[in-house]
């Protein structure tokens, strides 16, 4: 096979904000990713400043098999940006992050990823494509978060149910116009001028995804959305600092509760991502051994087989 | 997934199992699992690929596909291999295959016609000589492919004979359990319990509070970089995550491929502890007899 029909060692992700944050903390930048459940301006507003909006689907063939029939904006072939193809499976998620990291004006982050965007500066989508997925450094800050690969069950034939492809899209404002990059699409795609008032970008922005998810059947499309926004801890923290030397302990105590609820989150994805991380056959292994050891195990064997005979029986599997 | 019993049609199916990219590397490997590729005519009207796992007789797969986006083709760094990929034009998706057919004979023929459907879902089916007794346009699962379940537009050929002149002992005797798991309605490796309805809260909790002194035994395999102190609660969280849930439910699936002799010996267990659900749990009741009668006399309830 040839080096653009595989996935080049880039392993499946998770798509989830933790695992999303620790790839910017990673590339030294100081942002996080955080589920979107709504579009509505005040969830929006609770987020700024935004960069990014992700928008992550279940890839279905018919919702991009004729790419020439969009559903709203315009080829920009011209897009002074940055934007890069996606050449390899599974580096979607990482690939649409850098989509819009290179699009972010004044962006701070380490020297890996400014050298990264610097080189490639000036190259076309594909090479681009080509130039970030070879490059080991981001491919191995990709892969820290998926599973460890040395229970080597490659081969066996499991049903890889994480290899349904989703797929990313980004909007974001640049240049004055909300553009949507899409690794497998040809060229960025502009949706026309934003506001630079009021709610800003992200007005438009949403309207624009909103018309695009109304376009699918219902039921057809499993979606997610995600905001690249500003960390907050250490915004919360100065305000925090700041609202306690002036005495007032009132907004303080509210941005206590912010800050205590922005922590346990960190604390929820630094836990899952240990997770992520981890060959668990070990400690399945050490509690069937332990409940052997409690005599619970046949017992156990009996209801699980049960379990199996009932769900058969009643047409589950 | 979906349920394509119903009002949709085969219009060909055969033996193929599945094939998965080495992470890390360039190398497919095929996996042994047996299974049939069909193509359906989908109750929505539209053109599923389904790959049926031909032991459980679960549709692990099934894509949509829309005319002329995707294509069926050998891979070509492995000539000699009989792996081929489902690729589309829309999409960097990648799906492979290996023919698990005895014979090659007749591998050209079968992605000929799927390419063909995979163009226009209305295309004529085109069968050459060596399944004259079966062919026909509406559909032909010539060999013994089609999954038991199959409509009865697929003919109930056998492997025919002739196509297997050449096949090696191993393969017809692969053909034979093929075969023989078929007319008992394939359910025969159907599995009997499955280890993540064992490894279940409402199994583990209760065993911490009739034992707590077990619970410290597990503390040296939880992940190294847990970012809380190991405890009984950090064990519960972790056994209740969708990462542990889904950890088990591959270990699960490895071990019903019969195949983890080398990986089990990991964990102090015999060979035989690898090649299925039932051995691996009772190799580790005997291990836990073991370990028990040398250790803490008193505490082997049970032994077998």
Redesign the interface.
């Known amino acids: 096979?040839?080096?653009a029909?595989?996935?080049?060692?880039w392993?499946l992700t998770e798509s989830d904000p933790g695992v999303f944050t620790e790839l910017l903390k990673r590339l030294g930048v100081p942002y996080i990713v955080d589920d979107l459940y709504s579009l509505d301006p005040e969830s929006l507003a609770s987020l700024q400043p935004l960069h990014a909006l992700i928008f992550l689907f279940k890839?279905?063939?018919?919702t991009?098999?004729?790419?020439n029939s969009l559903p709203a904006g315009q080829y920009d072939p011209d897009f002074p940006g940055f934007f890069a193809h996606?050449?390899?499976?599974n580096a979607c998620a990482t690939l649409a992050v850098l989509n819009a990291l290179g699009n972010i004006p004044d962006l701070s982050c380490g020297p890996q990823l400014a050298e990264l965007n610097s080189f490639t500066t000036g190259m076309d989508p594909q090479t681009r494509g080509l130039v970030i997925t070879s490059a080991d450094w981001l491919r191995e800050a990709h892969n820290a978060l998926s599973?460890p690969?040395a229970?080597?069950?490659?081969?066996?034939?499991?049903?890889?149910t994480t290899e349904d492809?989703y797929?990313f899209v980004v909007y974001l404002p640049a240049m004055g116009s909300i553009y949507e990059l899409d690794g497998?699409k040809e060229h960025p795609i502009k949706h026309g001028a934003h506001d630079t008032s009021g709610e800003g970008w992200v007005k438009q922005a949403r309207e624009v995804i909103e018309a695009r998810i109304s376009t699918y059947p219902v039921g057809a499309l499993e979606f997610s959305l995600l905001a690249l926004r500003d960390d907050p801890l250490p915004i919360l923290q100065t305000q925090l600092a700041d609202l306690q030397a002036s005495g007032q302990q009132a907004e303080a105590a509210e941005l206590v509760v912010k800050l205590a609820n922005e922590t346990s989150k960190r604390?929820r994805w630094?836990?899952?991502n240990?997770?992520?991380?981890?060959?668990?056959?070990?400690?399945?292994?050490?509690?069937?051994?332990?409940?052997?050891?409690?005599?619970?195990?046949?017992g156990?064997?009996t209801?699980?087989?049960n379990?199996?005979k009932n769900s058969?029986e009643a047409g589950a599997? | 997934m979906s349920d394509l019993s119903s009002s949709s049609s085969y219009l060909l199916a055969f033996k193929a199992?599945?094939a998965?990219?080495?992470?890390?590397?360039?190398f497919?490997?095929?996996?042994?699992?047996k299974?049939a590729v069909a193509l359906v005519n989908g109750e929505d009207g539209l053109l599923h690929f389904v790959w049926k796992n031909r032991t459980s007789g679960?549709e692990?797969?099934d894509?949509?596909?829309?005319p002329s986006?995707?294509s069926f083709v050998k891979?070509?760094?492995a000539p000699n291999s009989r792996i081929y990929?489902l690729?589309?034009?829309?999409?960097?998706?990648?799906h492979f295959f290996w023919m698990q057919d005895a014979s090659p004979d007749r591998d050209e023929e079968f992605v000929a016609n799927v390419n063909g459907l995979l163009q226009d879902p209305d295309y004529t089916l085109v069968w050459g000589d060596a399944s004259a007794a079966g062919s026909s346009a509406t559909g032909d699962a010539s060999t013994s492919a089609a999954p038991p379940a199959a409509p009865a537009t697929t003919t109930a050929e056998d492997t025919s004979a002739g196509s297997n002149i050449g096949a090696t002992p191993e393969q017809l005797a692969r053909i034979q359990a093929i075969l023989g798991s078929m007319s008992t309605g394939g359910n025969v490796s159907?599995?009997?319990?499955?280890?993540t309805?064992?490894?279940t809260p409402a199994?583990?909790t209760p065993?911490f509070t009739?034992?707590p002194e077990?619970v410290s035994?597990?503390f040296?395999?939880?992940?190294?970089?847990?970012?809380?102190p190991a405890s009984q609660d950090a064990i519960q969280?972790?056994?209740s995550?969708p990462?542990?849930r889904s950890?088990?439910a591959?270990?699960d699936?490895?071990l019903r491929?019969g195949?983890?002799g080398g990986?089990v010996r990991s964990?102090g267990l015999p060979e035989e502890a690898g090649t299925g659900i039932e051995p691996f749990?009772r190799a580790?009741?005997d291990?836990?007899?073991r370990?028990?009668s040398g250790a803490q006399p008193g505490?082997?309830?049970?032994t077998d």
Request: no cysteine; glycine share 6%.
């Open positions: 096979m040839s080096g029909d595989d996935s080049s060692g392993q890839w279905l063939p018919n991009s098999s004729d790419a996606q050449v390899v499976n599973p690969s229970i080597s069950l490659d081969g066996l034939g499991l049903p890889r492809a797929h497998l604390d630094a836990f899952e240990s997770l992520r991380r981890h060959n668990h056959m070990g400690l399945a292994h050490a509690i069937l051994l332990a409940m052997a050891k409690a005599g619970k195990l046949e156990a064997k209801d699980a087989k379990i199996m058969e599997r | 199992g599945r998965f990219r080495r992470e890390g590397s360039n497919v490997d095929p996996s042994p699992t299974g679960v692990e797969e894509l949509i596909l829309f986006d995707a891979v070509s760094s990929v690729k589309f034009s829309s999409s960097n998706q990648r159907a599995p009997e319990l499955s280890l309805d064992i490894l199994n583990i065993l009739a034992h077990l035994t597990l040296p395999h939880l992940p190294p970089d847990l970012p809380v969280r972790i056994i995550s990462q542990f950890s088990v591959n270990f699936q490895a491929t195949l983890l990986l964990l749990l580790i009741q291990q836990a007899g370990e028990s505490d082997n309830m049970q």
